[in-house]
């Protein structure tokens, strides 16, 4: 939980910079929410969706990712009249898949989405915000930015039919799931994992001898930004994300430390989604991130400050320690009180939960208005006046 918290709090703090604000979405969705933005033949929405009907008889579905989600609430908010928007949200996913390192049928991202600016620098500056929070944990290089275009619409109709007709004459050697993406979407071939469709799609046309002037200045002026700001990119001329709704930029940070699942941050422009959706034609780009691939990398956070352990003896120390308890926690103090047990027992377990010191509050101590304070770590003993108790005990905030 420390790790997945440093991650989660570094990633708000680089957002917030950004001008980024918190978005909270239900984590369940009518079904129609995914299905149709994420594209009825990827494998979210074949395979992993964990979909049912309500008591109502409504269909409704865990969400498998986020954006479809923020989308839906910018339309069902009218939140349109306010571009640009700035979104950063983080929290559970659910996907039905093989359960690897990394990776669990209940997992978390983080993510960004920038709404309303259809110039390209929208995209650099989602990257960047992406790279600083690598950067932030410690992790930027230890991954590569894999960076694509998927072009306009013109541009991906030319490229479905080279595609459509270079697959078509190779069909018989397609995965069954390549079949049907052969009918539907063939751009999804060259996201397969089988190993006869990566052969194939080795020897596919190449995206780039089909995008539309326009297609090729959006992406050099991507390029530009970048090179600017310093965020070094490879080219990847295979790699065209998991979603249908992806136009122009798609990335991906990636890295050789988690097998074979090695994108920790992932994402694209999805100018199409919002009409697709239902609302008015709105461009988008955006990002999500694994907490879990992020806190396998990141370092060990730094533990919480140790306890001190407050042990009262007899019935003048329970009554006084409650109270004496409540008012050193106000004071920014982390205090354990057991509840039960002898002296012996209590220091038992203040040593067992690493307190770095024990107040102890016996009956000759109070009778004079102090508390026995013991340093834990070099096993001295002191009487201290209760009035000063805050003030010595400050030397073991550490």
């Not at 983080?90 to 997992?107: D, L, T, V």
């Not at 991202?109 to 790279?131: F, H, R, S, T, W």
């Not at 030319?158 to 079949?179: I, N």
């Not at 009262?312 to 354990?336: M, S, V």
């Amino acid at each position: 939980m420390r790790r997945h918290r440093a991650v989660v709090d570094t990633a708000r703090v680089h957002a917030l910079r950004f001008g980024y604000d918190e978005i909270a979405t239900p984590i369940f969705e009518f079904t129609e929410v995914f299905a149709r933005p994420i594209g009825e033949t990827t494998d979210i929405v074949m395979k992993e969706m964990y979909s049912f009907a309500d008591k109502g008889g409504e269909e409704v579905t865990l969400r498998p990712e986020n954006t479809a989600g923020v989308v839906r609430a910018v339309i069902a908010n009218g939140l349109t009249q306010s571009l640009p928007l700035r979104f950063f949200y983080q929290g559970p996913m659910f996907r039905y898949e093989r359960p690897q390192k990394g990776r669990f049928r209940q997992f978390h991202q983080i993510g960004v989405e920038l709404i309303g600016v259809k110039e390209p620098q929208g995209d650099v500056e989602v990257i960047a915000l992406g790279a600083d929070i690598l950067a932030a944990l410690g992790v930027l290089e230890r991954t590569a930015l894999h960076l694509n275009t998927l072009g306009d619409a013109e541009s991906r109709g030319l490229y479905r039919d080279a595609l459509v007709k270079y697959f078509t004459q190779h069909a018989h050697k397609l995965s069954e799931d390549s079949r049907k993406r052969l009918e539907r979407n063939p751009l999804r071939i060259l996201d397969s994992k089988d190993a006869a469709d990566i052969a194939l799609s080795a020897a596919a046309p190449h995206f780039e001898n089909y995008l539309t002037p326009a297609s090729r200045e959006f992406f050099g002026r991507v390029r530009d930004g970048l090179d600017a700001l310093g965020i070094k990119y490879t080219l990847n001329p295979r790699l065209v994300r998991g979603l249908d709704y992806y136009t122009h930029t798609a990335f991906e940070f990636v890295t050789t430390e988690l097998g074979s699942q090695g994108a920790v941050l992932a994402g694209g422009r999805y100018d199409g989604l919002m009409g697709v959706m239902g609302g008015p034609e709105t461009p988008g780009v955006g990002w999500a991130a694994g907490i879990e691939r992020l806190a396998l990398m990141i370092a060990e956070p730094a533990s919480p400050p140790r306890p001190i352990a407050l042990v009262p003896i007899g019935d003048d120390g329970e009554k006084r320690a409650l109270a004496l308890a409540q008012e050193l926690r106000r004071a920014g103090f982390t205090i354990d009180l057991a509840y039960s047990g002898n002296l012996q027992k209590r220091m038992r377990r203040a040593d067992k939960i690493m307190a770095r010191a024990a107040v102890i509050l016996g009956e000759d101590e109070l009778k004079r208005g102090q508390a026995a304070v013991r340093d834990l770590d070099a096993g001295t003993q002191e009487d201290v006046p209760l009035t000063a108790l805050k003030d010595r005990l400050a030397s073991f905030r550490g």
